[in-house]
């Protein structure tokens, strides 16, 4: 049955368990796959073409597994690739941008702030998603690049952390906003340092708890829901270093010893010929 099947959770890399963990959370009768591509992190400094294209080759991984869900925890790829991955596949395809600018929207009181990759503070996605909802917001977008990697390497309360917060942030604190969207499923990591950058009095949007309720709103809606079961997780990576571990032991320690090694490119190889047509729309 359609309902027993996992739900597929893609991000670029390790940072998507901070999504993963908020899933679990809210459904705990759900099984999951989760694939990060920690072999070609970061998406974040990537062109928008190559975003989709690996957004679309790990979308077909997951649907060679059999899901009936697909969340893409990666604000990169849901701010470029989403309606490419909405096109192609044939189950509902949930994004984090747009649960976390909805939230936004309802907490804000004048000025928002954006921090995420390159990548998606250039795309503007949030600040249309925010300017349509609310046309009177001002809305201040800042790039955080050496947010990843900081988090990658497990340093979330390091003191060059706090010292790079400091730097990227001290422009949106004087500009006095209020809330602030992370926009990037490794920013939960650094909240403490980016709390202090920001303030006490300053809301943080995390894209995760918004995505997972969206998530059960939506199976609720298509009768999708799995029983009340404890599922299984599944955690798939494209590389396996040592800090990779490391890692998702700090976000997930439950399921973290449960890592895989996966290559997409042979997968892609070996499973052309039956996965476009059997799990893709068109």
């Known amino acids: 049955m359609t309902q027993k099947l996992p739900i597929g959770v893609f991000d670029s890399g390790i940072g998507g368990l901070t999504v993963l963990s908020e899933l679990i959370s809210q459904l705990p009768g759900e099984s999951f796959i989760y694939l990060g591509d920690t072999a070609r992190l970061p998406y974040g400094t990537k062109s928008p073409e190559t975003v989709t294209r690996y957004a679309l080759g790990a979308a077909q991984f997951l649907m060679s597994r059999g899901i009936k869900l697909l ?3 990666c604000n990169t790829a849901s701010a470029t690739a989403l309606p490419a991955l909405r096109q192609a596949l044939a189950i509902p395809v949930l994004g984090v941008v747009e649960p976390a600018a909805q939230a936004a929207a309802r907490l804000a009181r004048q000025v928002v702030g954006i921090i995420g990759t390159e990548s998606t503070v250039a795309s503007g996605v949030y600040q249309k998603l925010l300017s349509a909802l609310r046309p009177e917001l ?5 790039a955080c690049p050496l947010f990843v990697p900081l988090a990658e390497e497990g340093w979330f309360n390091h003191p060059i952390t706090h010292q790079v917060a400091e730097v990227y942030l001290h422009p949106l604190r004087e500009a006095g906003v209020d809330t602030v969207v992370l926009g ?3 920013y939960p990591l650094l909240a403490r ?5 920001l303030g006490p009095e300053v809301a943080l949007i995390n894209a995760g708890r918004e995505v997972a309720r ?3 709103e939506l199976l609720l809606r298509e009768g999708l829901l799995a029983g009340q079961r404890q599922g299984e997780v599944t955690l798939l990576v494209t ?3 040592p800090r990779v571990r490391r890692l998702a032991a ?3 320690p439950a399921v973290a010893d449960r890592l895989e090694l996966v290559d997409l490119t042979e997968t892609h190889k070996a499973r052309r010929s039956h996965v476009g047509s059997a799990s893709l729309a068109g």
């Open 239 to 241: 590389d396996a270093a």
């Open 250 to 252: 700090a976000i997930i």
């Open 184 to 186: 990037c499923t490794h």
């Open 138 to 142: 001002k809305l201040l977008a800042r």
């Open 193 to 197: 340092p980016i709390a202090q950058a």
């Open 71 to 73: 969340v893409v925890a």
């Open 214 to 216: 969206q998530a059960g």
